[in-house]
DNA sequence: CCTGTCACG
DNA sequence: GACGTACGTGACAGGG
């Protein structure tokens, strides 16, 4: 297609490009050989982009990669120093000189290149070619030697910035315009090139002079005038080096090329060609993108890695890119947030990690928001850090510059993050995506590391993300005690200067995305999987929503009821403090002890570790049979429990915006595959004790509304029955029968109707004990009996349950064998200190025996919660809380039977169709305008 | 920061 | 033969 006017040249600045690739990104290398390509992959990313951005009106029709060929030019003839201080090529840039031209060949542009002469000049003359024809040119670089060639219709890009570099970005930089930019090179000269200029001026000086004396030539012949005699005198000796310096600085317009624009014009890309190219460089993204984008199939490459590579298990791979803080970017405009959507949008995939200043996700404000695509790249986009003040009662407050508006920049990244192409990666996302939610941004869909790590090593270590990263990468994250201190004197994240903010808030990014790309082949590896993806990832958006909705908690009656305890414990201390003879703390074991075993003598007592008496409650309830003193120890210290953790802690949790207490839950806190409830606990309200069961009354529908709590029926025994397959358990289960009056009936000879309270209550203890891996000692404990009797009911339980002993005895088995058990849907729970020797070996196996039961257990109520915002949609309610076997809802009035109908029918269902339980799972309902009625 | 104590399933 | 033992959590107070 002939070259002329309407036409649209683009000339890309390979060589400089492929430096600056080189030095900004990570050293990636080819993972079958090792070979250094990282500075390629950037130039073909960059390549691909502007293939794909350019389709619009302001598409190139004529575009050509222009290189440097060899190292001497016409320059090094006029001045042998030119460009003599450059270093030696990097030794792992070298082999990427020629790559580079094939991937541009690849892509079928011209690739131009010709001896003696520069890049620069090359695209110099085209430019004026272009020019004369009546056509507009960009230039892709952001070199300023190339500046000089900018107006009538040529600009230039910087495809590393993404920003356009105009007349006025032109002026900006060198205070002049284009047409005169040689003239401020020649004076000032360049470090760079080597090109001398005048000595003592740089480009200031420069541009004063210039736009003072009009061009360079008139400054020299009139350099008499300059007043400054410093200036006047340089110039004037220095004029031929100045002269010199211009020539060098002056690109050739007028070089013989050996193309004609007509023949640069813009050809599609041949599949053919392209894709086995691209595949040969092990480039996985961009070959499937284009592969989508031609409409061709990926060709598939291996994954191969290099045969020195070490096993995956074994720590990081020594090709793997390193971790480099000053790598990362600081977002600081839309331009610069736009190159990294784009670059989003382009892989697929993103990890993103929120900074923000404290660790409330409903109270919390966000700071910066970072990114990462790619090891060793990410970037921080700083949002509301503070200016530097003295945090005092004076500070201003002001935000610190270099930051976008929150507002625009959230605006911007919520396509990206709502986009359902767009996976994004996170650790302990919940966290993330609460924070998003208070922001409008309903992030969908994620992939997090931290349930990555519990779904493959729950059991092993813990899930956070320093300990992972040491773990796994190899790397030890900068702690945040670093930045904001800790006690005291801790700061806010937004006080956190930015500069350092970016290194850290870029790195966890950076770490989670590496630790991404190592868990997830690996999840399928380890069998987990559909562990992961059934039973983790989805408590992300369920407990996200139940965690906001939080649950409406009554002030006025925590605080009667805070008031009621003090007044009964101030009562109880003075009776206690007579009882003693004197006066002292009776919330310190360490005084109470001394008054009861040391002073009164009295027996039963017992050292802990620390050298004090110990006097735990059972201790104190064996005393309390004979004195007072001990008895109303035990009902202050109810009081002081009830008092301190519930009616006056409670208070400081419920949110002032929201009037309702928001509890967070850990997914990957317990080892077993239970939730944890935290700040505050929820899971543990006082039920068992009438005084604290009241607690539950200040736990309220709101307005017009009720709570329903439903709870599944006995489980843990349900799912004990059906892994040991105890028949006798199966049928009493399938009767309807009460578990414990069942058991005690076949242990003891009793039929059900002669049935006594106090044979069930054993039986009840003897079921516990088994689900926790029952001893002699620890029952007798329990039911407070001879450890001789207890031992008796454990043996008896064995002859008649015989299938128990044989699940436990295989349980622990497979334990020693294989480091874990599994729950019946597939979740591993290690068990490292299974074969320990000393008394950690009785908790292990016990712990081992328990976690197959209370783990399945975990896993049904899962499956029931991720099943359970579907199944009400449409209802008028909302699930509130998880009580490990219970959980709580909140419905308008009038619509609770069909609630608990659906409800039910979820959480009976729960084990289905993955698992076919042989007990019917039942589940209990109940409701009423508190969580003590409803319970 | 650790220990003891006690709230829950 | 002695030792130490129910399973899983989290919060608070005391004390070094």
């Known amino acids: ?137 960009t230039i892709i670089s952001s070199d300023k030697d190339l500046m000089q060639l900018v107006g009538g219709g040529v600009e230039m890009f910087d495809a590393m910035k993404n920003t356009r570099i105009g007349v006025e970005e032109v002026e900006a930089k060198f205070g002049v315009g284009p047409e005169r930019v040689i003239d401020v090179q020649a004076l000032a000269g360049d470090s760079v090139d080597n090109v001398p200029g005048a000595p003592g001026i740089g480009i200031k000086t420069a541009a004063l002079l210039i736009n003072e004396y009009g061009d360079l030539e008139t400054l020299l012949d009139r350099a008499e005038e300059i007043k400054q005699p410093k200036r006047r005198q340089t110039l004037i000796e220095n004029r031929e080096q100045i002269e010199l310096s211009k020539k060098l600085v002056t690109l050739d317009c007028e070089m013989p090329v ?189 992939d997090d590391t931290m349930l990555m790590s519990y779904a493959m090593h729950g059991g092993e270590h813990g899930h956070g993300m320093d300990l992972l990263s040491e773990k796994y990468l190899g790397h030890n994250p900068i702690p945040i005690k670093d930045l904001i201190g800790s006690g005291k004197s801790q700061i806010t994240f937004a006080q956190v200067p930015i500069e350092e903010a970016v290194k850290y808030a870029a790195e966890d990014a950076d770490i989670t995305l590496r630790l991404w790309q190592l868990f997830k082949p690996q999840l399928h590896r380890a069998r987990v999987t559909t562990v992961y993806e059934t039973l983790e990832r989805p408590m992300v958006p369920v407990l996200k929503r139940m965690e906001m909705a939080g649950i409406k908690v009554n002030r006025d009656t925590l605080s009667r009821m805070s008031n009621a305890f003090s007044q009964k414990m101030a009562q109880l201390e003075d009776e206690i403090h007579e009882l003693a003879g004197e006066k002292f703390n009776v919330g310190s074991p360490k005084q109470l002890g001394e008054i ?65 207490v928001h509890t967070s839950y850990s997914i990957a806190g317990a080892n077993t595959g239970r939730l944890a409830s935290t700040d505050p606990n929820l899971q543990n309200i006082p039920v068992r004790s009438e005084e604290g069961r009241r607690i539950r009354e200040a736990f309220v529908a709101s307005e017009g509304k009720t709570l329903l709590s439903l709870d599944y029926s006995q489980i843990e025994l349900r799912i004990l029955a059906h892994i040991a397959d105890i028949e006798a358990l199966k049928e009493a289960f399938a009767a309807g029968q009460d578990i414990h009056a069942a058991t005690a009936s076949e242990m003891f000879n009793v039929p059900l109707d002669e049935m006594t309270p106090e044979i069930r209550r054993q039986a009840k203890a003897i079921n516990f004990g088994v689900i926790y891996g029952i001893s002699g000692f620890g029952l007798a404990r329990n039911l407070r009996i001879p450890r001789a009797e207890a031992q008796g009911f454990i043996d008896r339980y064995f002859e008649r349950f015989p299938g128990i002993r044989d699940y436990m005895d295989a349980t622990v088995k497979f334990a020693k064998e294989h480091g874990y058990v599994s729950t019946l849907f597939g979740r591993r729970i290690h068990t490292p200190e299974i074969n320990a020797k000393g008394p950690h070996a009785g908790f292990a196996k016990r712990a081992a025996i328990n976690a197959p039961i209370q783990g399945t257990a975990a896993d049904v109520i899962r499956r029931a919660m991720a099943r359970m915002d579907p199944a009400i949609e449409g209802l008028p309610a909302r699930m509130l809380l998880q009580v490990h076997d219970e959980l709580i809802f909140e419905v308008d009035e009038g619509a609770e039977d069909k609630v608990i109908d659906r409800v039910r029918e979820v959480m009976e269902g729960a084990a289905d169709p993955a698992v076919k339980l042989a007990v019917p799972l039942v589940v209990d309902a109940g409701q009423g305008a508190n969580w003590a009625e409803a319970h």
């Open 1 to 137: 297609m002939a070259f002329g006017k309407g036409c649209h040249l683009h000339l890309i600045d390979g060589s400089a490009f492929i430096f600056r690739a080189f030095h900004a990104l990570p050293p990636l290398t080819r993972k079958s050989d090792g070979l250094p390509i990282g500075a390629v992959s950037g130039f073909v990313n960059m390549i691909w982009k502007m293939v794909e951005d350019n389709k619009g009106p302001d598409a190139p029709t004529h575009v050509a990669v222009v290189f440097d060929k060899g190292s001497h030019t016409f320059r090094n003839d006029m001045y042998d120093l030119y460009k003599a201080n450059r270093d030696e090529m990097p030794e792992d840039l070298r082999p990427q000189i020629p790559l580079t031209r094939d991937a541009t060949r690849a892509f079928n542009i011209a690739c131009l290149e010709q001896e003696g002469y520069e890049a620069d000049d090359i695209i110099a003359t085209l430019s004026c070619q272009a020019r004369e024809a009546g056509g507009r040119v």
């Open 596 to 660: 009861l075993f040391d002073k009164m003598s009295l027996p039963g007592g017992k050292k802990g570790k620390t050298g004090a008496w110990s006097t735990p409650a059972d201790v104190l309830e064996d005393l309390a049979t004979e004195h007072d003193l001990p008895a109303r120890v035990l009902d202050w210290r109810q009081m002081s429990k009830l008092k301190s953790t519930y009616t006056d802690a409670l208070q400081e949790h419920i949110n002032p915006d929201t009037g309702r």
């Open 258 to 446: 050996e193309v004609t624009l007509d023949e640069l014009d813009v050809k599609e890309p041949d599949a053919e060609v392209l894709l086995p190219w691209l595949a040969e460089m092990e480039f996985r993204t961009v070959t499937r993108r284009v592969a989508e984008a031609l409409g061709a199939e990926a060709p598939v490459i291996e994954d191969k890695p290099a045969a020195t590579a070490p096993d995956e298990d074994a720590g990081p791979a020594p090709e793997a890119v390193p971790f480099k803080p000053e790598a990362y970017e600081w977002v600081k405009d839309e331009a610069a947030l736009q190159v990294w959507i784009d670059r989003i949008l382009q892989c697929g995939w993103v990890a993103v990690d929120t900074e923000t200043t404290g660790l409330n996700e409903m109270r919390a404000d966000l700071v910066g928001i970072s990114l990462s695509v790619e090891p060793g790249q990410a970037c921080y986009i700083p949002l509301a850090h503070k200016a530097s003040g003295d945090g005092g009662l004076f500070d201003d407050g002001k935000l610190a510059e270099g930051q976008m508006d929150l507002d625009r920049a959230l605006a911007m990244l919520k396509p990206v993050l709502e986009d359902a192409a767009v996976l994004k990666i996170g650790q302990n996302m919940k966290y993330d995506a609460k924070i998003f939610s208070r922001y409008g941004v309903e992030i969908a869909p994620i």
